[in-house]
């Protein structure tokens, strides 16, 4: 079974400009959830994804939004990149909604905000 | 509001000797506990979990996590470590009504020394 998978793994981009990140889930998982990973503030939760229905979110401005589609594949948006925006964007899959499942993680995308 | 405490941000230990990591949480709730390791490079992959039950919780690669509710702690340990154990560690819980979202700890940086 092919684990989650992230796309892209390395990106630059320029304050002011914007940016998509992919998360394909395992299949058959539906629920998706994004973490940011800083040296300064760690892994902090942007949000949960379940059958395309935002369920949580993380205390971060509305310049990030994400969405889910019908074959639970997510992506994130972060508009007005700032440099305060870098970071390793981690994605997780989990078969159902409810807490206490396991959590796959993808391996990452590094965004270099410059 | 949750939050959790790992406290040892870096742990030097000798290969075979043992080791523990140490995690302090505080919710109002009741939660489960996790904990996560990350190699370099690499997304978070889950070592164990507590949801109920038995306070003592066994994972992959031989470690071990005790959950102890009067200290709101849930500590992890290995008998013998091996130099493929260095990587950081992450606790986290999550609120059984929250869904999939997880606080994290602020990572313990294990380094393995032949």
């Known amino acids: 079974k092919a684990g989650v998978t992230q796309t892209p793994r390395y990106l630059i981009k320029t304050r002011g400009q914007q940016v998509t990140l992919s998360c394909s889930p395992i299949?058959?998982?539906?629920?998706v959830s994004w973490y940011q990973q800083t040296p300064g503030q760690g892994l902090q939760f942007l949000f949960e994804y379940f059958s395309e229905t935002q369920r949580n979110k993380g205390n971060f401005p509305g310049r990030f939004s994400g969405r889910q589609f019908s074959n639970s594949r997510s992506e994130m948006n972060v508009s007005t990149l700032e440099l305060g925006d870098s970071a390793l964007y981690l994605c997780?899959?989990?078969?159902?909604?409810?807490?206490?499942?396991?959590?796959?993680f993808g391996p990452g995308t590094r965004l270099t905000v410059t | 509001a949750q939050s959790v405490t790992q406290l040892d941000s870096q742990v030097p230990v000798f290969e075979e000797a043992p080791v523990e990591l140490r995690c302090n949480y505080s919710?109002?709730?009741?939660?489960?506990l996790f904990w996560y390791v990350q190699y370099p490079n690499q997304g978070l992959q889950l070592l164990l979990k507590y949801l109920s039950g038995s306070t003592l919780v066994k994972g992959i690669n031989g470690f071990e996590a005790e959950f102890n509710k009067s200290q709101t702690s849930f500590h992890l340990r290995k008998p013998s470590v091996h130099i493929s154990d260095t990587a950081e560690y992450f606790c986290?819980?999550?609120?059984?009504?929250?869904?999939?979202?997880?606080?994290f700890g602020g990572g313990t940086r294990v380094l393995v020394k032949p």
């Open positions: 997780a899959s989990s078969f159902r909604g409810q807490g206490g499942n396991e959590q796959y």
């Open positions: 299949s058959g998982h539906r629920s």
């Open positions: 986290a819980v999550s609120d059984p009504a929250a869904g999939n979202k997880l606080t």
């Open positions: 919710s109002s709730v009741s939660v489960y």
